[in-house]
């Protein structure tokens, strides 16, 4: 069960790295704002609404959150929604 936490964890950080290297490739979006997960831990519900930079966030990405404690699952599934001026 471990490992298929890890393999979630793994594979929802790299989707995160992705969406941010593709709103930068689309040229359109300069900024994203955190959306955290409909059952998230108090930590990550604190960046509901944040806008970061693009730039920022691809330089320093703020997810997965460092002090999310999601009980049911493990680990931190708040994602990325683009910014478009």
């Known amino acids: 069960m471990k490992k ?3 393999e979630a964890k793994e594979f929802i950080a790299k989707s995160n790295k992705e ?3 593709s709103y930068l490739r689309s ?4 900024a994203v ?3 955290p ?3 998230a831990c108090d930590a990550c519900k604190k960046w509901k609404g944040k ?5 920022k966030a691809i330089k320093k990405p703020p997810l997965p959150i460092k002090d999310c404690h ?4 493990g680990y931190c599934r708040c994602t990325y929604v ?3 001026d």
């Not at 040229?27 to 300069?30: F, I």
């Not at 806008?51 to 730039?55: R, S």
Request: aromatic share 8%; charged share 30%; net charge positive.
């Open 19 to 21: 969406a941010l290297e």
């Open 51 to 55: 806008k970061i930079a693009l730039k």
């Open 4 to 6: 298929r936490y890890e």
């Open 27 to 30: 040229g359109v979006v300069k």
């Open 37 to 39: 997960a409909r059952n």
């Open 82 to 84: 683009p910014v478009v």
């Open 70 to 73: 999601n009980e049911q699952y």
């Open 33 to 35: 704002e955190v959306l």
